[in-house]
């Protein structure tokens, strides 16, 4: 019965969902490769990236319907959770449709166009108590472990930061780094 259910679910849940493979290129990788999807769930306003690359790998979740994206990192066995930026993310819908065309990339070429918006946050040191605030797809992805909340730098700022950062790059549109003493450990 469970395997029916679970086929049935499937059947109905496809056309709301996408889910993508896409072969990307990471310096960190011995390998010189890694593998990021992107899933778009289009009824409830989420976007999830999953970036496969051994100790590194990380994932995150952007809810455009609370406004908040969270990244987990594994490495750091921690979370970190910020106001999406609406003017260097794409929409939900322009994000389901660069991730339909980059499908077809082969693993070492970069896109032709635009290079990657860049945006740098800073991590608050304190542990975020409440994680219901941030709706229940970032609350369930980043329960059980530290979660820090993070806010958006700009400008002059971004030069006179001396600390580590965790980079994360979303399929050649948008590079995240994560700044502060949670990705120094």
Not at 51 to 77: C, H, I, M, P, Q
Not at 82 to 96: I, Q, V
Not at 99 to 117: A, T
Request: glycine share 8%; hydrophobic share 40%.
């Amino acid at each position: 019965f469970q395997v029916i259910f679970a086929g049935l679910l499937g059947v109905f849940l496809a056309p709301t969902l996408a889910d993508y493979n896409i072969n990307i290129s990471d310096d960190n990788n011995v390998a010189g490769s890694g593998q990021q999807s992107v899933s778009v769930n289009n009824e409830h306003n989420v976007a999830n990236v999953d970036n496969n690359n051994g100790w590194d790998s990380w994932n995150a979740v952007w809810d455009y319907e609370n406004g908040f994206a969270a990244t987990r990192l594994f490495k750091k066995k921690s979370c970190i959770v910020h106001r999406m930026n609406k003017d260097a993310m794409p929409s939900l819908e322009a994000l389901d449709a660069l991730v339909k065309e980059k499908k077809i990339w082969l693993q070492d070429e970069r896109p032709e166009g635009p290079p990657p918006k860049g945006l740098m946050y800073s991590i608050n040191p304190n542990e975020v108590d409440d994680l219901n605030k941030f709706g229940k797809n970032i609350a369930s992805m980043c329960r059980g472990v530290p979660t820090y909340l993070a806010e958006e730098v700009q400008g002059a700022s971004l030069f006179y930061y001396s600390g580590r950062c965790f980079n994360t790059n979303i399929l050649w549109i948008v590079n995240i780094s994560f700044c502060g003493k949670t990705v120094d450990n």
